[in-house]
């Protein structure tokens, strides 16, 4: 599940750094204590887009696998229903980056009528304004994977607004990579726990876990389920944030003691 970050101290490295001017006046508006929501949602407008995703799947502490991270300026219902129905197994934005850092442009042209599944998505997505966008993944220093989504209420990207996007192409990648050095790589080093923690399992992670739990292998699991190694991952990740766990054995004996998962039928 991604749930939003939030906001602290704007912290920059040392030495003398070159930002461009779309970040410079959002690093003043946080040295200022200003509210940074308003200003990251008029910057995501000015972009082209309605709302804006950052996600982070990372361990905090060498001793714990990972655990996720994300800002967005989306409702957190949508993030709950995003968790609840599992749609990361078919979201079409994280598909199009799985193999590739390269930005990728969607819309409902290109991903409607692919199955029933995607299609649930694109109508819940909808109802939140996520109809259509630019999506890429970045790493960074620590080689941590990083998803940037810029999502738009426009359900097609037409030649006029594609022709946009190329001309804004600079600023939107740049932004995503100044927003995590500057605003989000400092509070998740810090080693703070997640909003995640404490929210209920899906169905679909309890179903993880429990085979897991049974001693299947992510590979066993992936094909009993019929979805990717990385998505039986993603879903285990989010079930040790869930949980506060520092890794998949600890998970199953919380998830067991609690009677969230019942390893023999």
Known sequence: MLTPLEFKDVVIPRGERILPPVVESLVAAARE???LMPLVVTI???FGFDSFLYGLSMSPRPDREAQLYAFTTLPLEWMQI???KAYIEIDPRIQLVYDSTVAALWDQTSERG???RTDEFLNDASRFGVCSGMVFTLHDVNNRGIVIAYNSKQPTIDSFRRLM?????????????FFHEFFMR???EMGLPSRVRGAPMSRREREVLTL???GLTTEDVAQRLGISPRTVQFHLDSVRTKLGAANRQEAIAIATRAGYIVINP
């Open 33 to 35: 204590g200003r509210d």
């Open 44 to 46: 995501i407008q000015g």
């Open 82 to 84: 995003y968790d609840q």
């Open 114 to 116: 692919r199955n029933a």
């Open 165 to 177: 996007i190329q001309r804004n192409l600079g600023d939107l990648l740049s932004f995503g990579h």
């Open 186 to 188: 400092h509070v998740i």
């Open 212 to 214: 897991v739990a049974r």
